[in-house]
């Protein structure tokens, strides 16, 4: 699997977009970006994943780069509840390889 | 569906002790995995099944460690002789073959070993 790199924490204040960034250079070119988030106490959630364009959903937007070096997740309105750690992962759509989990983003919502 | 189940939420045991979590996955779903989860840090990859099959362990499953998945369902994760070291929480997903939906998570077995 690709190993991801993420800052450790990050702030965005509330009604504000987050964006939350993930550099993943030694990505391959089957390989996925999936992101996942993880709310205290809680089990991770997936949010979305991509592997070269741009992709939207009800929770989030991913935008990855043209040279699939880095991607970044944007939350549009962040609110209290997305108080989180969001981890980017790199892995194969198939399944086949159980996805390796970092330390992730730890997101605090701010009011 | 009520999505993935754990059994117990929180489990206490006597060092040396056995202990077995039990793990219902989404009932379509085909692939169940396992993780642990410290305090800081994300989820670690232990084994994972494709239907009844166990087709990868990591290295971090000692010998004491032992899971199954018969008749392909639900799935259990037994310790034996527990450590201290194992205290952790122990977290199931499951998913489908190219699942539009990634891994669904379950909210985790909490083990204390004291």
């Known amino acids: 699997d690709a190993k991801t790199t993420q800052p450790t924490s990050m702030d965005c204040a509330e009604g504000r977009a987050a964006n939350l960034p993930c550099n993943h250079s030694?990505?391959?070119?089957?390989?996925?970006v999936y992101w996942y988030r993880q709310i205290h106490s809680q089990g991770p959630q997936y949010i979305i994943h991509?592997?070269?364009n741009n992709e939207t959903n009800e929770m989030a937007s991913l935008i990855i780069t043209e040279d699939r070096k880095s991607s970044t997740l944007i939350l549009p309105h962040a609110t209290l509840r997305d108080t989180a750690v969001y981890y980017c992962i790199g892995g194969t759509y198939s399944g086949n390889t159980p996805l390796v989990f970092g330390k992730g983003t730890r997101l605090s919502v701010i009011a | 569906d009520t999505g993935v189940s754990q059994n117990p939420r929180h489990k206490i045991t006597k060092r040396g002790q056995n202990v077995t979590f039990r793990c219902d996955p989404i009932s379509e779903h085909n692939r169940l995995y396992w993780y642990r989860q410290t305090l800081g840090q994300g989820p670690e990859f232990l084994t994972y099944?494709?239907?009844?099959?166990?087709?990868?362990k990591s290295r971090l499953l000692s010998d004491r460690f032992s899971a199954e998945r018969p008749k392909g369902s639900f799935s259990t994760l037994e310790i034996q002789r527990t450590e201290q070291g194992d205290s952790a929480m122990y977290l199931c997903?499951?998913?489908?073959?190219?699942?539009?939906?990634?891994?669904?998570f379950g909210s985790g077995t909490r083990l204390t070993v004291v």
């Open positions: 030694t990505i391959s070119g089957n390989e996925y």
């Open positions: 991509g592997l070269k």
């Open positions: 099944f494709q239907n009844e099959a166990q087709l990868e």
């Open positions: 997903a499951s998913s489908a073959d190219r699942s539009q939906h990634g891994y669904t």
